[in-house]
């Protein structure tokens, strides 16, 4: 499964912490989209589909959710909620976010610009994908 946690750099201070996501530093691709999903009512899950190109790294920054990330034969679920830790999701890998707690905010840095024919929505669609 092309799927592993990435730490980010972590600088630690009394007044507060910082990380840093770059491609120097961490992130494996040329970030060319950044995008949060915020106030996700109790219950709801986010994602559902794949990506035919673009690789992404997704951050829980604040809060809390589960990401499970679907191969087509085997599926994983990872718990988010560091924020100095980014899930890299790399193309072809089905993917659904659910169980975000109160407040959770997440980030996902994108190696693509959006493209609506990037996406394959349908779980039906991504199976016969991934049996070519």
């Given at each position: 499964?092309?799927?592993?946690?990435?730490?980010l750099?972590?600088?630690?201070?009394?007044?507060?912490?910082?990380?840093?996501?770059?491609?120097?530093?961490?992130?494996?691709?040329?970030?060319?989209?950044?995008?949060?999903?915020?106030?996700?009512?109790?219950?709801?899950?986010?994602?559902g589909?794949?990506?035919?190109?673009?690789?992404?790294i997704?951050?829980?920054?604040?809060?809390?959710?589960?990401?499970?990330?679907?191969?087509?034969?085997?599926?994983?679920?990872?718990?988010?909620?560091?924020?100095?830790?980014?899930?890299?999701?790399?193309?072809?890998?089905?993917?659904?976010?659910?169980?975000?707690?109160?407040?959770?905010?997440?980030?996902?840095?994108?190696?693509?610009?959006?493209?609506?024919?990037?996406?394959?929505?349908?779980?039906?669609?991504?199976?016969?994908?991934?049996?070519?």
């Amino acid at each position: 499964m092309d799927t592993n946690l990435i730490d980010l750099p972590k600088i630690t201070d009394p007044r507060g912490n910082l990380t840093v996501a770059e491609c120097a530093g961490g992130v494996p691709f040329p970030i060319k989209r950044v995008y949060w999903v915020y106030d996700v009512p109790g219950g709801e899950s986010r994602g559902g589909h794949a990506h035919r190109r673009c690789e992404e790294i997704i951050i829980a920054v604040s809060g809390s959710f589960d990401v499970t990330i679907d191969d087509g034969t085997h599926s994983r679920t990872y718990h988010l909620n560091h924020p100095y830790q980014g899930l890299y999701v790399s193309t072809g890998m089905w993917r659904t976010l659910n169980d975000f707690s109160s407040g959770a905010v997440c980030l996902v840095l994108a190696s693509e610009p959006f493209e609506e024919e990037d996406y394959i929505r349908e779980y039906d669609t991504f199976i016969a994908e991934k049996s070519r």
